[in-house]
């Protein structure tokens, strides 16, 4: 089943395994047997070794999460210290554990003014699960119970839970569930590059803000409990929005007395340069979904964040929330997302990314559009989406769409990068802790990669 010549004894009994026991995420399985699994061994820093011994550079962070790199000794040592005293205890029953209780105080100090209530789940699907009932829930204390309907946007990837895939706007992942649920809606969001037209960026971030207005006013504001966004679409493609959108966004959920949700589980704690997404466009959301980052994927941890008004009213409410999971709080996840945060403030890591390596990462990828296949390189922080074109003046897609990524992806593992393809737009967003000689060497990968992929064009499929 390996690829290569000749694999190891070891390799080819993982990937033996693999195919008879594992069902993976988000995979053709009929595809998959065919083929042979890559096996992923060993880390360190921004760079992952196979069970072949070869190295390759993890320009997506594991997905979107090893914010702090491989390796750290401190979050394992965090982890192993906390499972020597308390490997586990629930938060049921009017009981607690110290590492939740500091992990709340410590969320608090990094998130925008009056964020500071904490619940706790253990994935951004969960947590955003979670925020869908918690939603409902306040406005049924409101006296507003017909208040229920989210509105999210087309591109927007919130979970795989049967209420975060119907938030999700990413229509693939609708039809096999029977999906959406009734009570979501979606709204095209801000692609400039694909629906901006001849319009300005900040203006077409206004006109895309205001679709929102129009759907509120479709379904009617009685009946609209919240809108959900990520400041920058992630699995989506990468897409970020011109600067007037996210404020836009912000006026009309106030006027019509919509929640407004800001999905940090990509965006949050330092990608974007500040300490969440929604800070780096200027807005100050009721409720925060976080994951990912927090601890920076070492252990799964997740949380929503409530603003003083929806966790006021669940205070007040005076009956039992009947919503929780058995790890909601764990002990030792929370003890590593503890050190996690600890050691994001004494390594200046969100200061670096705004100041120092972020602007490298983005000069540095920037420099790529003048490759014939890249309409457009967009993004912030260390986050980074690459457009494959076919026409850069016209901005025109390939026919049928997603095989010029998918070609580019592959030459990209094979040349020893991980980079992610959607549609075809190339992702990236390495470890906060990247070097400049390490982003150097994905740009220059990439690069190679782009070059290979413009050779096989006429080998693609693509029509004419």
Same mark, same amino acid.
């Given at each position: &089943?390996?690829?290569?010549?000749?694999?190891?004894?070891?390799?080819?009994?993982?990937?033996?395994?693999?195919?008879?026991?594992?069902?993976?995420?988000?995979?053709?399985?009929?595809?998959?047997?065919?083929?042979?699994?890559?096996?992923?061994?060993?880390?360190?820093?921004?760079?992952?070794?196979?069970?072949?011994?070869?190295?390759?550079?993890?320009?997506?962070?594991?997905?979107?999460?090893?914010?702090?790199?491989?390796?750290?000794?401190?979050? @394992?040592?965090? $982890?192993?210290?906390?499972?020597?005293?308390?490997?586990?205890?629930?938060?049921?029953?009017?009981?607690?554990?110290?590492?939740?209780?500091?992990?709340?105080?410590?969320?608090?100090?990094?998130?925008?003014?009056?964020?500071?209530?904490?619940?706790?789940?253990?994935?951004?699907?969960?947590?955003?699960?979670?925020?869908?009932?918690?939603?409902?829930?306040?406005?049924?204390?409101?006296?507003?119970?017909?208040?229920?309907?989210?509105?999210?946007?087309?591109?927007?990837?919130?979970?795989?839970?049967?209420?975060?895939?119907?938030?999700?706007?990413?229509?693939?992942?609708?039809?096999?569930?029977?999906?959406?649920?009734?009570?979501?809606?979606?709204?095209?969001? $801000?692609?400039?590059?694909?629906?901006?037209?001849?319009?300005?960026?900040?203006?077409?971030?206004?006109?895309?803000?205001?679709?929102?207005?129009?759907?509120?006013?479709?379904?009617?504001?009685?009946?609209? $409990?919240?809108?959900?966004?990520?400041?920058?679409?992630?699995?989506?493609?990468?897409?970020?929005?011109?600067?007037?959108?996210?404020?836009?966004?912000?006026?009309?959920?106030?006027?019509?007395?919509?929640?407004?949700?800001?999905?940090?589980?990509?965006?949050?704690?330092?990608?974007?340069?500040?300490?969440?997404?929604?800070?780096?466009?200027?807005?100050?959301?009721?409720?925060?979904?976080?994951?990912?980052?927090?601890?920076?994927?070492?252990?799964?941890?997740?949380?929503?964040?409530?603003?003083?008004?929806?966790?006021?009213?669940?205070?007040?409410?005076?009956?039992?929330?009947?919503?929780?999971?058995?790890?909601?709080?764990?002990?030792?996840?929370?003890?590593?997302?503890?050190?996690?945060?600890?050691?994001?403030? @004494?390594?200046?890591?969100?200061?670096?990314?705004?100041?120092?390596?972020?602007?490298?990462?983005?000069?540095?990828?920037?420099?790529? $559009?003048?490759?014939?296949?890249?309409?457009?390189?967009?993004?912030?922080?260390?986050?980074?989406?690459?457009?494959?074109?076919?026409?850069?003046?016209?901005?025109?897609?390939?026919?049928?769409?997603?095989?010029?990524?998918?070609?580019?992806?592959?030459?990209?593992?094979?040349?020893?990068?991980? &980079?992610? @393809?959607?549609?075809?737009?190339?992702?990236?967003?390495?470890?906060?802790?990247?070097?400049?000689?390490?982003?150097?060497?994905?740009?220059?990968?990439?690069?190679?990669?782009?070059?290979?992929?413009?050779?096989?064009?006429?080998?693609?499929?693509?029509?004419?």
């Amino acid at each position: &089943m390996s690829t290569r010549a000749n694999p190891r004894p070891e390799t080819l009994r993982w990937q033996e395994l693999d195919h008879r026991h594992h069902l993976h995420p988000f995979t053709d399985y009929k595809d998959m047997l065919a083929k042979a699994s890559r096996i992923i061994v060993k880390a360190e820093g921004v760079y992952l070794w196979d069970s072949e011994g070869e190295r390759l550079i993890d320009g997506m962070a594991g997905l979107w999460c090893v914010n702090m790199g491989y390796g750290r000794k401190e979050l @394992a040592e965090a $982890a192993y210290r906390q499972m020597l005293e308390l490997p586990y205890y629930n938060t049921f029953f009017q009981t607690a554990t110290p590492p939740p209780i500091e992990l709340g105080k410590a969320i608090a100090e990094v998130t925008p003014k009056g964020l500071d209530h904490v619940f706790y789940a253990n994935s951004g699907s969960e947590a955003n699960d979670s925020v869908v009932k918690i939603v409902r829930y306040f406005w049924k204390l409101q006296g507003k119970p017909d208040k229920s309907i989210f509105i999210s946007r087309e591109f927007g990837y919130h979970g795989v839970t049967m209420a975060a895939a119907s938030l999700s706007g990413l229509k693939p992942m609708h039809p096999q569930f029977g999906l959406p649920l009734p009570g979501f809606a979606h709204i095209e969001t $801000a692609y400039w590059w694909r629906q901006g037209g001849d319009m300005t960026p900040e203006d077409y971030g206004l006109k895309a803000a205001r679709a929102l207005e129009a759907k509120i006013l479709e379904l009617g504001p009685e009946r609209v $409990a919240a809108f959900i966004g990520e400041p920058i679409h992630g699995a989506g493609g990468l897409i970020v929005p011109p600067m007037s959108y996210w404020p836009e966004i912000e006026r009309i959920c106030r006027k019509y007395d919509v929640l407004l949700i800001s999905d940090e589980v990509i965006c949050g704690f330092g990608r974007t340069g500040n300490w969440f997404g929604c800070q780096t466009f200027g807005v100050t959301p009721d409720l925060m979904t976080v994951a990912k980052g927090l601890s920076s994927g070492y252990l799964p941890i997740s949380a929503v964040v409530l603003g003083p008004r929806v966790a006021d009213a669940l205070n007040r409410a005076g009956e039992e929330f009947v919503h929780g999971f058995t790890y909601s709080g764990h002990p030792t996840a929370c003890a590593v997302a503890l050190e996690n945060i600890r050691l994001m403030h @004494a390594e200046t890591i969100v200061e670096r990314v705004r100041n120092v390596i972020g602007p490298y990462f983005q000069k540095k990828f920037a420099a790529l $559009a003048d490759h014939p296949l890249v309409g457009e390189v967009r993004g912030k922080g260390l986050l980074c989406g690459i457009e494959l074109t076919a026409d850069k003046k016209t901005r025109r897609n390939f026919d049928p769409e997603g095989k010029v990524g998918l070609a580019c992806r592959n030459h990209c593992f094979r040349n020893g990068l991980i &980079m992610r @393809a959607t549609r075809d737009t190339m992702l990236a967003s390495p470890p906060l802790i990247i070097k400049e000689s390490e982003v150097d060497e994905m740009v220059a990968k990439f690069r190679t990669c782009l070059d290979l992929t413009l050779k096989d064009l006429p080998t693609i499929g693509l029509k004419s």
